[in-house]
């Protein structure tokens, strides 16, 4: 099978099993999404749901969060993994989104990446989740999937060639979707420890890189 054979079973599978997807992450606005996903940096989905309705509603935008200290964010989130740095990213980058932005979360990845614990993977959500653009954002389950599956080389061995690899193969139209396929079959498939590989749609062309 070649590469080009194998990107379009992958994808015709999932165009057909999940036309329409998005994160877990529970938000209604762009700042919340942005602060949801800076939370799941290393922690589930499932926790950062539990901590963020009542962080939400005591800071429901930049502007509210932008006067708090870290300390006092720190309680909403103190069940989260590093929420020490957490915390402190949360309160400064609301600071800067107010200072800088007018309190409005930029749609541009320059902009975004300059915000205090916003790299490129939380940037690369925000333009594909809240602006609907072409970006593909590289977390561990990703990486790992696109490994297994053969969609990448071992050469790419960082989140950034991962990234590189699947922009080039995936079309446009797909990307911001195809973030979440991948990220979806290794939550629940393609696991870190123990893959569910009798529940794999792909068993049959997998090259078991585990």
């Excluded at 989140?159 to 446009?172: D, F, G, S, T, Y």
């Excluded at 794999?200 to 585990?210: A, D, E, L, N, V």
Aim: proline share 7%.
């Amino acid at each position: 099978m070649t590469k080009k054979e194998r990107y379009a079973y992958i994808l015709d599978y999932f165009r057909q099993q999940m036309p329409v997807v998005t994160t877990e992450l529970q938000f209604s606005s762009a700042f919340q999404l942005l602060c949801a996903t800076l939370l799941s940096a290393q922690c589930t989905d499932k926790r950062i749901n539990q901590v963020t309705p009542a962080l939400f509603a005591r800071y429901p935008s930049a502007k509210e969060m932008a006067q708090a200290e870290p300390e006092d964010v720190f309680e909403y989130v103190k069940s989260v993994s590093y929420p020490n740095s957490k915390s402190r990213h949360l309160v400064e980058m609301a600071r800067m989104l107010v200072s800088d932005f007018g309190g409005e979360v930029p749609a541009d990845m320059d902009n975004l990446v300059r915000l205090p614990g916003v790299g490129r993977k939380t940037a690369n959500v925000m333009q594909a989740v809240w602006f609907g653009r072409a970006a593909m954002a590289v977390d561990t389950h990703v990486f790992r999937v696109s490994h297994r599956l053969g969609l990448v080389p071992a050469s790419a061995n960082t989140p950034l060639k991962v990234e590189q690899q699947l922009m080039r193969n995936i079309p446009a139209d797909d990307i911001p979707d195809a973030h979440h396929w991948l990220l979806l079959h290794g939550r629940y498939v393609c696991t870190s420890r123990k893959p569910h590989c009798e529940k794999c749609p792909f068993q049959g062309i997998c090259p078991k890189i585990i």
